[in-house]
């Protein structure tokens, strides 16, 4: 599962989650307003994150609390704020714990992006330099294939290294913490335009980028408004199809799935993708690559429907357990946390345990016909090659080591991000009252049966790209994956 917007579950469940009494949020907070969201953030998260001790010792945890307190009540600058508790939720080593920018009040999102600190181009991080993918300036000041090594005289390699320890991802998922920190143009919210500001103070209206070349190029910064201007129309539009299906004049079908989170969509994605995956069988398609590159997750069901078309018998796909950290929410923490289901406040019966870390099985998860994915429409028998990157953290992360595990398909591109470890689902949306941020909270924690080490799914075909191949419009990922089918 992929982070999730709190507004739209709320559409879609008609204002289920809405928490009975969220407190008003004060516009100046005191210190010991401040103290207070510090210590109920600490009490909630200790109480519920199934992965609070995972990668960080209970001392370890504490310290990192303590700091925040200490940060907080030191400074009354909103970036100062949101650095320290950004650098917090970022040290849980989950990808799915962070200030959510989807999910915060209107207030707090404008502070987020107030001003203009967006930089006037799309990039691509390759060897600690920003490699321009599209100029954004409105004077062409940048080209594609164009390499900033430093920002207002900092260099971009010193800009990554303080960004790192603030990108979200699990585990040992560093590839992913620097795909989180490209500008791709694809996505209302960058984080980039978040964290910028946050480790590179004093960006105004303009900054001085300079070039591989030596020269320095003076550019004007972009606002919200302007980044989102260009943004294809059907972004965030539920009711239009985000996916693309294109057959080449080599007979081979490629299909590109920048989402899979479609949990409010109101166009039939299923009868679509089974009709899709039946139709390349009947067609008698020389051979399908599916795009997942940029997608982070969503809805595990879309994979399932792809691998159905692939198999004869059924299979499992990555077999979990389930867990948590409580049977109960504390009843003083309910005002403070939203959700769509109010079931997971109380699991009751459901949850097992504790064991001897504190955690408890949810059991109705683990019966015999969970994982399991079973033939279904038409066996597609031609190649299949799925185009994968450190994005895949998620369900795409899952897909990709379903198909390899049990050789549906041939993986081509870097590592995914993720791990085999496992990741962390569900969610409350907790409202710190006085500061006003949200932070998203995992509840469940979705862990393989057996023992996994902490990296990612490696592809089968190694491809990387470099900046000759951005400067030329050059897709090595795409052309590896094509010779394999033709050359099948």
């Not at 940060?71 to 650098?87: N, Q, V």
């Not at 390499?147 to 991802?169: D, Y």
């Not at 902490?454 to 592809?459: A, F, K, N, R, T």
Request: aromatic share 8%.
């Amino acid at each position: 599962m992929s982070p999730l917007n709190r507004r739209r579950l709320l559409q879609l469940t008609g204002g289920l989650a809405l928490a009975a009494s969220t407190p008003a949020l004060s516009k100046q907070a005191s210190a010991a307003d401040l103290s207070g969201d510090v210590a109920l953030m600490r009490e909630a998260f200790t109480a519920i994150h199934p992965a609070i001790y995972s990668y960080n010792s209970p001392a370890e945890m504490s310290a990192r609390f303590d700091l925040l307190a200490s940060e907080w009540a030191s400074s009354g600058s909103f970036e100062d704020r949101l650095l320290a508790l950004t650098r917090l939720t970022a040290a849980f080593r989950c990808g799915h714990t962070y200030p959510n920018p989807w999910n915060q009040s209107q207030s707090v999102q404008a502070r987020m992006f107030e001003g203009r600190r967006g930089v006037p181009f799309e990039f691509l991080w390759l060897d600690g330099t920003m490699v321009v993918t599209r100029d954004r300036s409105s004077a062409g000041l940048f080209s594609r294939g164009d390499a900033v090594v430093a920002v207002n005289g900092v260099t971009t390699s010193e800009l990554l290294r303080r960004l790192m320890p603030l990108s979200r991802a699990d585990g040992s998922a560093d590839a992913m913490r620097v795909n989180n920190m490209e500008m791709r143009g694809d996505n209302r919210f960058e984080a980039f335009d978040i964290h910028l500001p946050l480790v590179l103070r004093g960006l105004a209206e303009e900054a001085d980028f300079t070039l591989h070349d030596g020269r320095t190029v003076r550019a004007g910064l972009l606002t919200l408004a302007e980044r989102q201007s260009t943004m294809a129309a059907a972004t965030n539009d539920d009711s239009v199809n985000p996916w693309t299906l294109i057959t080449g004049d080599d007979g081979i079908v490629r299909l590109t799935c920048p989402t899979w989170a479609l949990y409010d969509a109101t166009w039939d994605w299923r009868s679509w993708l089974g009709t899709t995956m039946d139709d390349l069988a009947a067609d008698g398609a020389r051979g399908l690559i599916v795009d997942l590159r940029g997608n982070e997750g969503g809805l595990s069901e879309c994979g399932d429907i792809i691998a159905s078309r692939l198999i004869s018998a059924d299979i499992e796909s990555p077999r979990s357990l389930r867990f948590v950290r409580y049977r109960r929410v504390d009843p003083a923490l309910n005002p403070y946390l939203s959700t769509w289901d109010n079931g997971f406040r109380d699991w009751g019966e459901r949850a097992v345990g504790p064991d001897d870390r504190g955690l408890y099985r949810l059991t109705d998860e683990d019966d015999d016909t969970s994982g399991m994915v079973r033939p279904a429409g038409r066996q597609f028998r031609r190649p299949v090659m799925v185009l994968c990157d450190a994005s895949n953290s998620s369900a795409t992360f899952g897909f990709a080591q379903m198909v390899k595990d049990n050789g549906l398909a041939t993986l081509v591109g870097p590592a995914t991000g993720g791990t085999r470890r496992g990741v962390n689902g569900g969610y409350f949306f907790m409202r710190l009252p006085a500061s006003g941020f949200e932070v998203d909270l995992p509840h469940t924690a979705i862990v393989p049966r057996t023992p996994q080490p902490d990296e990612p799914v490696l592809p089968d075909v190694v491809v990387g790209f470099s900046r000759a191949d951005i400067a030329a419009g050059y897709d090595p990922q795409m052309a590896a994956a094509t010779a394999r089918i033709l050359n099948a």
